[in-house]
């Protein structure tokens, strides 16, 4: 129940004070001891609240899952281990997992058939970068961007980048995804007109130091254009991308989704 609603009900006698307050309360977090939801999190930030999987118990994490199924009847989990997934599962069948980018998915039906706006391409210098790169894509779909996926087009065979430039054109940004030494989101920033937001990876060979190598690459690439989030933060990177897409289409980052 939304603040409307909540005072139109008080003032007409429909909610008790006591309800009203105990509502007005829960708006700005739902306390569970181990947990603080925040349901009111896409008011304020056009952006619904977005769980952490890793590290949970699963007790705590079918918990946190059925007062969001709940209380807004959608929840992204990110970096959930398939244990956790089929233990939500147990309680929520309408789940949905994604092996690959380890996302865990409570979606209405009404916002699934809405369609998504703009544009927003997530490219990968290898196979193996798709892992990060799904996360990514699959939170700006969450969020209600349009996304196209350009995969395996990295610096080692630069000719399958370059016969796919128009599938950046008319982006509102990339998405570019890359390990070893990195390279593929400078190309991409020369190659285009719209921000590039770089994603290091974990993906290399001694050196490559966890993905530190590639991060360093990324951050002092002599393209403009470029902004990079941290070593595997795919989810980062979608979220950002969304704000970006919003603002090309719609000139606001706060959209109801």
Same mark, same amino acid.
């Given at each position: 129940?939304?603040?409307?609603?909540?005072?139109?009900?008080?003032?007409?006698?429909?909610?008790?004070?006591?309800?009203?307050?105990?509502?007005?309360?829960?708006?700005?977090?739902?306390?569970?001891?181990?947990?603080?939801?925040?349901?009111?999190?896409?008011?304020?930030?056009?952006?619904?609240?977005?769980?952490?999987?890793?590290?949970?118990?699963?007790?705590?994490?079918?918990?946190?899952?059925?007062?969001?199924?709940?209380?807004?009847?959608?929840?992204?989990?990110?970096?959930?281990?398939?244990?956790?997934?089929?233990?939500?599962?147990?309680?929520?069948?309408?789940?949905?997992?994604?092996?690959?980018?380890?996302?865990?998915? %409570?979606?209405?039906?009404? =916002?699934? #058939?809405?369609?998504?706006?703009?544009?927003?391409?997530?490219?990968? &210098? $290898?196979? @193996?970068?798709?892992?990060?790169?799904?996360?990514?894509?699959?939170?700006?779909?969450?969020?209600?961007?349009?996304?196209?996926?350009?995969?395996?087009?990295?610096?080692?065979?630069?000719?399958?980048?370059?016969?796919?430039?128009?599938?950046?054109?008319?982006?509102?940004?990339?998405?570019?995804?890359?390990?070893?030494?990195?390279?593929?989101?400078?190309?991409?920033?020369? %190659?285009?007109?719209?921000? =590039?937001? #770089?994603?290091?990876?974990?993906?290399?060979?001694?050196?490559?130091? &966890? $993905?530190? @190598?590639?991060?360093?690459?990324?951050?002092?690439?002599?393209?403009?254009?470029?902004?990079?989030?941290?070593?595997?933060?795919?989810?980062?990177?979608?979220?950002?991308?969304?704000?970006?897409?919003?603002?090309?289409?719609?000139?606001?980052?706060?959209?109801?989704?």
């Amino acid at each position: 129940m939304e603040i409307r609603e909540i005072l139109t009900g008080l003032q007409q006698g429909t909610v008790p004070l006591e309800e009203a307050e105990q509502l007005l309360k829960d708006l700005s977090y739902e306390e569970m001891g181990y947990a603080k939801l925040d349901h009111h999190r896409q008011k304020r930030t056009g952006f619904g609240e977005v769980i952490y999987c890793e590290g949970k118990s699963l007790e705590h994490l079918q918990q946190i899952y059925l007062h969001f199924s709940e209380k807004t009847g959608q929840v992204l989990g990110t970096r959930a281990s398939r244990q956790q997934a089929e233990a939500v599962q147990e309680v929520l069948p309408q789940v949905r997992y994604d092996a690959l980018s380890r996302t865990l998915l %409570l979606q209405k039906e009404d =916002v699934k #058939a809405q369609e998504r706006i703009g544009k927003i391409t997530v490219c990968t &210098g $290898g196979t @193996s970068d798709i892992p990060v790169a799904e996360e990514a894509a699959i939170t700006a779909e969450y969020f209600g961007s349009r996304v196209t996926r350009l995969y395996d087009v990295g610096v080692a065979g630069i000719h399958r980048l370059l016969s796919n430039t128009d599938k950046l054109r008319g982006s509102s940004c990339v998405i570019a995804v890359a390990g070893m030494e990195g390279a593929l989101p400078g190309v991409v920033a020369g %190659l285009c007109d719209v921000p =590039v937001i #770089a994603v290091p990876t974990s993906v290399g060979y001694g050196a490559h130091f &966890g $993905g530190l @190598s590639p991060l360093l690459t990324m951050l002092n690439s002599c393209a403009e254009g470029i902004a990079v989030v941290n070593i595997d933060n795919g989810f980062g990177a979608g979220y950002m991308a969304t704000q970006i897409n919003r603002l090309a289409v719609k000139g606001s980052t706060h959209v109801e989704v």
